[in-house]
């Protein structure tokens, strides 16, 4: 098994908060697995995205895989991943930064807002439970309402 990187500012997208070290690649394969707990990131402008999730099926048993963003935003409950099955999941999420337009940046009020997922440059997904996943997919999407 190949393990995972940190996220990495030149390549835009990685693992963070150290959860690297929960994350293995199937060997000769794309295909991740964890048991624990992980963040994964990219850097994307704000907007509207379409993250879709192909989970991988076990052939020993079931498993169910929690999936949260930015800053724990709910997409995804318990899905269940029966034995033997594939499943593919689709949500929306909204990325946003904290600037408005140049040189304005929305003030924040606290200093611990500024460490929040919503309020940098990256789309960020947290994985719980156990997750064997075949690909994760992230699209613009436009044409959508978004609620503030």
Do not use: C
């Not at 052939?59 to 593919?88: C, M, P, W």
């Not at 611990?112 to 699209?139: C, G, M, P």
């Amino acid at each position: 098994m190949k393990t995972a990187e940190p996220y990495d500012v030149k390549n835009q997208f990685g693992f963070e908060f150290g959860t690297e070290k929960n994350v293995n690649f199937l060997k000769n394969s794309h295909s991740l697995i964890s048991n624990r707990p992980f963040y994964f990131s990219l850097a994307l402008p704000e907007g509207n995205y379409r993250v879709t999730i192909g989970y991988i099926r076990l052939s020993d048993r079931a498993y169910i895989s929690t999936v949260r963003s930015e800053s724990r935003g709910l997409h995804l409950e318990q899905i269940n991943v029966e034995k033997n099955s594939f499943v593919e999941k689709k949500f929306i999420v909204h990325t946003k930064d904290a600037l408005i337009r140049k040189g304005e940046y929305v003030r924040l009020k606290k200093p611990r807002e500024l460490k929040k997922l919503d309020w940098d440059n990256k789309l960020t997904l947290e994985f719980q439970h156990t997750s064997h996943i075949a690909y994760i997919r992230v699209e613009s999407v436009s044409g959508i309402p978004t609620i503030f």
